[in-house]
């Protein structure tokens, strides 16, 4: 029998058979109809890595304990310019290499484990129906560490979501974490050692991908043996926010890389104007407060997690994801929970106010940014004073990006 989803997923086989032919160096950036961002980075019509998805900082750390268990994720020291890039995963690795930490056998079994979970989640976020995509070539990777087959890659992403598909589990997420709610009525089920891994493992901090890799196993057997368990309500898949790698700032006498820890709020700015971005923040460290700013609103979720900042501004039309877009995957991410989010906008319409709120926007600020209007909110929501006389730190470049292993 032809499956149906398999049918209207040309458009999208299309896009990766497109970059093969082409042998395309550059992204292939898709979004779902959700907001779901993923980025395919090809060289030579090939894929040589992925980035994106709802768990990035999950997976790189499930990948190095699978694959690179000499390394202590812990212990590496990493400075907030290591995540600035959206590819900040593979960079990593490229460094690890590079200092003789990790073989290359281990980056090809991390490179081509990360290609098809994210090719997985593509699958399933898009139905192969909803998604828009742009390539461009304003990342390429010059020293690819592993090369996969776009073809090949594609095949075994059909097959995974048929699996998938097939066992019932459509509807359930790898991402999800099961987390035991009838304990008593599971009790009268199942042996006592089968009671105690529930209880142990099903505690909704680690995902269906977390436990397949600590059980070493797949994710496909690991969840359908739960199904039975999730219908009867004992078990609930729920979301589960991402795990950011800790950091850790080398010197850097930037005012929008200073450590987090500092009693100095910062604010962050999503907007792909440079000119709206410099303006904020001459006007936010004029007035002694540390300031980021976020240009491409593909790296606005992992750089914002990283960072925290005490208050978002957010552009409401931005290029592959609106302000409407991202508020709403801010929204899903426990340390966003109660941070303010102010939406910027040019037009100042009743509906633009109305949208903003139901995505969980906290207030909302018609440009042109103006001084007074920008602090005023500053000061509504974070209870900042006035400084005496303060004038404007002097922007100083990023230097490249480092990383310290603990020895």
Known sequence: MTHPELMVSNNIIHEF???TQLQYNGQLNIKSAKGHHWSFYYRLGRIVWAAGGTHPFRRWRRYMAQYCPQIDVEKIQFRQQD???YYWDYRLLEILYKRQKIHREQIQAIVENTITELLFDLAQ???FVAFSCDRNQDTILETPMSFTSADLSVKQMQDS?????EAGLANFSP?????LRRPEQLQQQVSPSVYNNFVTL???KQT?????AKMKQNVLPVTRSLLPYILKGIVELIEVPDLPLLSTEGENNS???QPKNSHIPLVACVDDSPQVCKILEEIVTANGLRFIKIQDPIQALPTLIQHKPDLIFLDLIMPVASGYEICTQLRRVSAFANTPVIILTGNDGLLDRVRAKVVGSTDFLTKPVAADKVMSVIRKYLQVQKPANVTPPKSQSNSNLEMSLGH
């Open 208 to 212: 269906l991908r977390d436990l397949a």
């Open 17 to 19: 058979r497109t970059c």
């Open 125 to 127: 976020h898009t139905d």
């Open 83 to 85: 995540f600035a890039v």
């Open 175 to 179: 991402d999800l974490a099961p987390i």
């Open 202 to 204: 099903m505690n909704g």
């Open 161 to 165: 979501w048929k699996s998938w598909s």
């Open 255 to 257: 005012t929008s890389m």
